[in-house]
């Protein structure tokens, strides 16, 4: 695996590679992260990964400056998983002067994860945009863990006419269910226990729908009360159409039920289609 800092280098390394697809990191990689490198073997000639932990999507009072930095570990991940090309840029090789432009996604930015994180998906989309321009791919991964983000940028390359494929890979999970998360390693041991509450909790609301509860108000409270009971601070769970992340409508469209709370320390998110 070759690693490039620079953007010209990596563009140079990228000429006759044939198809290229592309899986963005901000690194502190497990196996979730893994297991997409592995999928993008399946969509192209070469796989490249990027690495950078981007501030534009971090809030003021966020974990940016304590956020996991694992650059030699990863490599030798990425490495083992076969992939071609790594980008690893430093902030000044990516932002050499103040970002002045963005990109601003519509208003389901502010829904959801963007009530909470302000700002987050104008980072997300503003970063995944450059990056798509630096890498140049044919096919571009991400996890449906984050499944807000993977529908905003879905929406961004659609909209911006970008010539790449959005193809999102499924949450993996530990055997317990609890969705692999980088910040899964601030919990304590008797957090760590807990954890899996959340998808049991969004499991539940999946079952009662298809058994034929259609009050979503209602199965939002009470699985926010169940979290809430035990020791969780939720800041939201909510059934949406997967399409486009609106309230449920007429007919059975397809739906994701999606949730953040906080356990002690971290922030969890998880969610569960159906």
């Known amino acids: 695996m070759k690693i490039h800092s620079a953007i010209p280098d990596l563009r140079a390394a990228l000429k006759n590679r044939g198809k290229v697809v592309f899986v963005p990191t901000m690194g502190n990689l497990h196996a979730g992260h893994i297991a997409l490198m592995q999928q993008a073997r399946q969509h192209g000639d070469t796989v490249v990964a990027s690495l950078f932990v981007n501030r534009l999507q971090f809030g003021p009072n966020e974990d940016f400056d304590s956020y996991p930095r694992t650059l030699d570990a990863d490599c030798q991940k990425l490495a083992a998983a076969g992939v071609d090309l790594l980008f690893a840029p430093g902030e000044r090789d990516l932002y050499p002067e103040a970002q002045q432009y963005y990109v601003d996604p519509p208003a389901i930015q502010n829904e959801l994860e963007g ?37 905003v940028l879905r929406n961004m390359t659609r909209q911006l006419a970008l010539p790449i494929e959005i193809v999102g890979g499924e949450t993996v999970r530990a055997d317990d269910g609890l969705a692999l998360s980088s910040r899964n390693g601030y919990l304590t041991a008797d957090e760590r226990a807990e954890a899996p509450r ?73 969610n569960i289609e159906f």
């Open 198 to 270: 959340l998808y049991r909790t969004l499991c539940t609301i999946r079952d009662a729908v298809r058994a034929g509860e259609r009050d979503f108000a209602r199965l939002e409270r009470d699985a926010a009360a169940e979290l809430n009971a035990h020791g969780w601070k939720t800041d939201y769970i909510a059934v949406r159409q997967q399409a486009d992340l609106q309230a449920p409508g007429a007919g059975s469209p397809p739906l994701v039920a999606l949730a953040a709370s906080r356990l002690g320390t971290p922030r969890l998110i998880d």
């Open 115 to 151: 009530q909470f994180r302000p700002g987050h998906f104008r980072g997300v989309a503003t970063v995944v945009l450059k990056l798509f321009n630096i890498v140049a791919p044919q096919t571009a991964l991400f996890g449906k863990k984050d499944y807000q983000q993977l529908m």
